[in-house]
């Protein structure tokens, strides 16, 4: 099954994560925070010092970052978190939109925004499809949903694959890009090639341990290359290196 055109995101918070990234074939670099939730937001010196070494590096990855979990009636907090995680050389900044009654007022303060936002509909207690369709209708150039709780499973435990169906189907057909994400697995795969989003996004998959340790670049290159539909690399550590 070749999924090659579904790109993939990969959540980083360090220098090093990043360049691992960039180097284990991931299509989108993703600046957040994992110990501090599900949208957790890096410092923003952290965020502009990863993107200028991304950039110093030669890598024209697009980047985005969150701007951490503020809630939805903190309006001019949102706004302000926006404007400085956008100064620090993102292409696009994430913003998690709970389901609540100030959704409609969140997203056209953000559609106002002079940076490109994604906005990230938390899927842990269903979406509210007229809300996704709002954000639709105003022209942001990327929407995703994703989950809170990530103990709690997978996106595809929080959702059924109707919904999801129609979710990819909105976002797309407004012509804007569409991402999936939530504990996702290299065992979701037929899940994600079956509803064929723009890009999937994962962490605790590519880590040694939960979400919140460090990047594996093993498991990174196993995840891309299954993902991409390509045969896994697999370095055996029983055999000695060769000599340079």
């Known amino acids: 099954m070749n999924t090659r055109a579904m790109k993939i995101l990969v959540s980083v918070r360090s220098v090093q994560e990043a360049l691992w990234v960039v180097e284990g074939g991931a299509d989108f670099i993703d600046l957040k925070e994992p110990g501090q939730g599900a949208l957790g937001g890096l410092p923003v010196e952290t965020i502009a010092e990863i993107v200028a070494a991304l950039r110093q590096h030669g890598s024209r990855l697009p980047i985005s970052a969150t701007i951490g979990d503020v809630p939805m009636h903190e309006l001019a907090r949102i ?3 926006v404007e400085a995680v956008g100064a620090c050389g993102v292409d696009y900044v994430k913003v ?3 389901r609540s009654v100030g959704v409609r007022a969140v997203l056209e303060a953000l559609a106002a925004s002079r940076h490109a936002i994604v906005p990230v509909f938390i899927a842990d207690h269903g979406l509210d499809m007229a809300d996704v369709a709002h954000a639709c209708a105003l022209g942001f150039p990327g929407v995703m949903a994703d989950t809170a709780d990530k103990l709690a499973g997978s996106l595809f435990d929080a959702m ?12 797309k057909g407004e012509g804007a890009m569409v991402g999936l994400a939530g504990a996702l697995r290299a065992v979701h795969q037929p899940q994600l090639a079956a509803l ?3 890009f999937a996004g994962f962490r605790t998959a590519v880590c040694d341990g939960d979400r919140s340790s460090t990047i594996a670049p093993q498991r990174l290159r196993e995840l891309t290359a299954t993902m991409h539909g390509e045969r896994p690399q697999i370095h055996r550590v029983d055999q000695p290196a060769v000599p340079a």
């Not at 059924?160 to 976002?171: I, P, Q």
């Open 79 to 81: 706004m302000d978190c």
């Open 196 to 198: 064929a989003p723009d």
């Open 96 to 98: 998690g939109i709970e």
């Open 160 to 171: 059924a694959m109707d919904e999801l169906r129609r979710f990819v189907s909105l976002v």
